[in-house]
């Protein structure tokens, strides 16, 4: 027969064990933090005139989250960010020490009509740096406005493969697949998605970033071998 004093006492030497086993294993269980994606772009990433929720780093979060996949989708975008923008605040959103990385730049550049090359120089710049910090990337292309002619569409268009093929990364040829040009998906500006445009967007991407992330073996479904 067990007293009350005595189950109390059996009790709180319970709990203080169990504080000990936490500090001995060095806090294991809460050492399992989510798998940090950095989506790096611009307002198409940062979520231009979309309420909280809306973004794309944050429907890409849930979506992935729905997979079974622990990620935190980091929202690195500024809206107004040219491939030259993005390049020169890359420092500080490194800070934020990333796991992998969506990089979505350069929308910007096509509308500004700047010169691919220097597109490109940048691109490549951000590359070598997310490749000497060890990241893995998912490039995410995008294409130049109909209106800036065929040299420039063609010299534009060719950049992302051109990075993609020279960094062995994976890649998405078109951002906005799917988006582009449907007034139903966008906004009164007709560039930037609207919530149901995001909502495609990541339908669309979320295979990819799936793929990056297994393959690298940065996460795993909790059902995994099962």
């Known amino acids: 027969m067990r007293f009350p004093r005595q189950t109390a006492c059996f009790r709180t030497i319970g709990r203080v064990l169990a504080v000990l086993a936490v500090l001995v294993t ?3 269980a809460a050492a399992e933090e989510p798998l940090r994606l950095m989506a790096y772009g611009d307002s198409l990433t940062h979520g231009y005139g979309l309420a909280a ?3 794309f780093p944050e429907q890409l979060e849930a979506a992935l989250k729905a997979e079974g996949l622990d990620v ?4 690195a975008g500024n809206s107004g960010d040219t491939t030259a923008g993005g390049l020169a605040r890359l420092d500080w959103a490194l800070a934020d020490d990333p796991d992998a990385v969506i990089l979505e730049l350069g929308a910007n550049d096509g509308l500004r009509g700047l010169d691919p090359q220097a597109t490109f120089d940048n691109l ?3 590359m070598a740096r997310f490749t000497e ?3 893995p990337v998912l ?3 995008m ?3 109909p209106n800036l002619g065929r040299e420039y569409g063609e010299a534009f268009n060719a950049v992302y493969p051109r990075l993609a093929k020279k960094y062995d990364a994976p890649f998405y040829p078109f951002f906005l697949d799917g988006v582009a040009m449907e007034p139903s998906l966008n906004q009164s500006d007709g560039i930037h998605p609207n919530a149901e445009g995001v909502a495609e967007i990541v339908a669309r991407i979320k295979p990819h970033v799936v793929r990056l992330l297994e393959a690298r073996d940065l996460a795993e479904r909790p059902d ?3």
């Open 26 to 28: 060095g806090g294991a």
């Open 53 to 55: 929720g809306e973004t």
């Open 72 to 75: 935190e989708v980091m929202n």
């Open 124 to 126: 490549d710049a951000i």
């Open 133 to 135: 910090e060890g990241l």
């Open 139 to 141: 490039i995410a292309g």
């Open 143 to 145: 294409l130049a406005p």
């Open 224 to 226: 995994a071998g099962n």
